[in-house]
């Protein structure tokens, strides 16, 4: 693909500089004198989202889509019902080492009275695509999220051909990712995605019902898929490396090879990062390398791999909106085909907003929650190694207030209220009523607290910042006749001194006490041999000026409450440890 620069393709401008110096050499010899700079790097280029894919979008219409679904056949998997494609997690196939099941399926877009002509799939009787369940955690839900795959030569639906219906079951008002999604795309520095509120009718022909009649699934947001067509529609190289994070913290893992290489594993590559663009891996081999070199100042790496406006604004938006499920996930990596720079797209925004819901409702309020802040980021190698710079952190801190004053709570309050206007009648009414978490009236509730979420989380970041960093805890040791428990350090970015606290039970509510040890200004504790059972830790560090910080851990126990900086492990009577269940 060839990009522009306000109007110039790139391949132009390389070309004409390469002219102009060819050009100009020539007249220098013949007595003209004239200097010209170097040819511009792909580096060097601007590389920013299109604002011109967004200029039809209405934010708060609602598209009408028609689905229906038949069985296929066993060769592309869509042999399968409705029924039986619905019944399951995505942990059911993790656990059968399955595919998910799919469907045949054919899409038509209308308006509340049927397809409507001139829209995708009017008029169409054979199947014209593949639907899937969608989604991790989500998928356990009996309301499912759908990825809808458009049959080749089938053509497009607003240039896409993957459309990815989100039900957000998680989200009480059902709008959140979309909110956040319609800021990026105003953000200097930010990558965004289109979105569409969607109404879906399922009509299921998968058991032979010839009479099936269309039902009613209520709303969802479609939300644009990030692959080589998203790449293309946003004025970005589609031959570029493109990566979806699965569990990346930026370190320098043995499963990350060349793709030549012989003991390549796709399968084990792609449990840290999903390959969906350019398979040549020699960059991002070459980015954590010098990453992971302490040696190599991080202004530096920054400076060499990374566009720092993107990378800060990227980052303070997720700490400012709350979106703490962004540390190793719930993110793509995204560089041109002939540059060396990486940029962040954004990737699944749910977890965003929900501060002032989750107190009020009963959700995670147990001690200080690490995941809000600076903290959530330092289990990554590259934000830990940004964090620990005076330098970086003013540029992150510069990047905050900035964003701050373009997300205010008046614009937010807007935003709310025309979002609201198009969910409160799906969440009133059946089928969407029949799962939402909250009653009508504590949905309007929740929608007077969202704008408030920007100062509540800048907050959170100013305490981050003033508190000791969280620290892994290791598995237990045997010695002689004790029991030795070590962690890493808890750093301080004031360079304060910092103790700890250490508390073992053998209950996660620490009512049937072990052992405490306070004041510890080491990084290891000491109790007596433990017999076989079931025990739990407690760590918490505390810097001079007061402010503590648990250990990176959480503890989930049958209450569904989350309990910050606890860890479970079982002593089995062969003495071997089960450590973090």
């Given at each position: 693909m060839i990009k522009k620069i306000k109007g110039v393709s790139v391949l132009s401008l390389i070309f004409s500089v390469a002219l102009c110096v060819s050009g100009c050499s020539a007249a220098a010899e013949a007595g003209g004198g004239?200097?010209?700079?170097?040819?511009?790097?792909?580096?060097?280029?601007?590389?920013?989202?299109?604002?011109?894919?967004?200029?039809?979008?209405?934010d708060c219409s609602v598209v009408t889509m028609y689905l229906t679904v038949s069985q296929g056949n066993g060769a592309d998997n869509t042999n399968h019902t409705w029924t039986d494609l619905n019944a399951y997690s995505v942990y059911y196939y993790e656990e059968k080492g399955i595919d998910r099941y799919k469907v045949e399926g054919i899409l038509q877009v209308g308006d509340e009275n049927g397809p409507v002509q001139g829209q995708f799939g009017y008029g169409e009787f054979a199947p014209n695509c593949i639907v899937q369940i969608r989604g991790a955690t989500s998928t356990r839900s009996p309301q499912k999220s759908y990825k809808i795959e458009i049959n080749?030569?089938?053509?497009?639906?607003?240039?896409?051909?993957?459309?990815?219906?989100n039900k957000h079951v998680y989200d009480s008002v059902r709008f959140r990712n979309k909110m956040s999604y319609d800021l990026l795309?105003?953000?200097?520095?930010?990558?965004?995605?289109?979105?569409?509120?969607?109404?879906?009718?399922?009509?299921?022909?998968?058991?032979?019902?010839?009479?099936?009649?269309?039902?009613?699934?209520?709303?969802?947001?479609?939300?644009e898929q990030i692959n080589k067509t998203y790449l293309r529609n946003h004025g970005l190289d589609e031959f570029g490396q493109l990566y979806k994070a699965t569990m990346f913290e930026f370190l320098n893992y043995d499963a990350i090879k060349l793709s030549d290489d012989p003991s390549f594993d796709r399968e084990a590559f792609e449990s840290i990062l999903e390959i969906k663009g350019n398979e040549d891996h020699s960059k991002l081999i070459a980015m954590l390398a010098d990453l992971n070199n302490y040696g190599i100042p991080i202004e530096e790496i920054l400076d060499k791999y990374f566009d720092e406006e993107n990378y800060y604004t990227w980052l303070a938006f997720q700490?400012?909106?709350?979106?703490?499920?962004?540390?190793?996930?719930?993110?793509?990596?995204?560089?041109?085909?002939?540059?060396?720079?990486?940029?962040?797209?954004?990737?699944?925004?749910?977890?965003?907003?929900?501060?002032?819901?989750?107190?009020?409702?009963?959700?995670?309020?147990?001690?200080?929650?690490?995941?809000?802040?600076?903290?959530?980021?330092?289990?990554?190698?590259?934000?830990?190694?940004?964090?620990?710079?005076e330098e970086c952190r003013k540029k992150l801190d510069d990047k905050i207030n900035e964003l701050r004053q373009l997300i205010t709570k008046e614009r937010l309050t807007e935003m709310v209220e025309k979002y609201a206007s198009v969910a409160e009648p799906f969440i009133a009414s059946v089928p969407d009523a029949m799962y939402a978490p909250h009653t009508v009236d504590e949905f309007r509730s929740i929608l007077q607290m969202i704008p408030n979420e920007?100062?509540?989380?800048?907050?959170?970041?100013?305490?981050?910042?003033?508190?000791?960093?969280?620290?892994?805890?290791?598995?237990?040791?045997?010695?002689?006749?004790?029991?030795?428990?070590?962690?890493?350090?808890?750093?301080?970015?004031?360079?304060?001194?910092?103790?700890?606290?250490?508390?073992?039970?053998?209950d996660?509510?620490?009512?049937?006490?072990?052992?405490?040890?306070?004041?510890?200004?080491?990084?290891?504790?000491?109790?007596?041999?433990?017999?076989?059972?079931?025990?739990?830790?407690?760590?918490?560090?505390?810097?001079?000026?007061?402010?503590?910080?648990?250990?990176?851990?959480?503890?989930?126990?049958?209450?569904?409450?989350?309990?910050?900086?606890?860890?479970?492990?079982?002593?089995?009577?062969?003495?071997?440890?089960?450590?973090?269940?």
């Open positions: 004239t200097e010209t700079e170097a040819p511009v790097s792909v580096d060097d280029v601007k590389v920013s989202d299109s604002v011109s894919v967004y200029k039809d979008d209405d080749k030569n089938e053509g497009y639906w607003r240039g896409q051909r993957t459309i990815a219906l795309k105003t953000i200097p520095g930010a990558f965004s995605a289109r979105t569409q509120f969607v109404r879906l009718y399922v009509k299921d022909l998968t058991e032979g019902d010839k009479n099936a009649q269309f039902e009613d699934y209520g709303l969802y947001t479609q939300v700490m400012l909106t709350g979106n703490g499920d962004t540390t190793s996930q719930n993110f793509y990596l995204y560089s041109p085909q002939n540059g060396n720079k990486w940029y962040f797209i954004s990737w699944d925004n749910d977890d965003a907003w929900n501060y002032e819901e989750d107190i009020a409702y009963g959700g995670d309020t147990d001690g200080y929650r690490y995941t809000k802040g600076v903290s959530n980021y330092w289990g990554s190698t590259l934000h830990q190694r940004v964090l620990k710079s920007i100062e509540h989380n800048y907050e959170m970041y100013k305490i981050s910042l003033d508190s000791p960093m969280p620290f892994y805890v290791a598995e237990p040791v045997f010695t002689g006749d004790k029991t030795m428990f070590t962690w890493d350090p808890s750093f301080d970015f004031d360079g304060e001194s910092v103790t700890y606290k250490f508390e073992l039970a053998s996660y509510l620490f009512n049937s006490v072990i052992s405490v040890q306070e004041n510890l200004s080491v990084t290891q504790a000491f109790t007596e041999r433990l017999a076989p059972g079931q025990y739990f830790i407690r760590l918490t560090s505390r810097n001079e000026s007061g402010m503590t910080q648990t250990a990176m851990e959480i503890y989930q126990g049958a209450d569904d409450v989350k309990r910050y900086g606890i860890i479970g492990f079982n002593v089995l009577e062969d003495g071997t440890v089960q450590f973090g269940i």
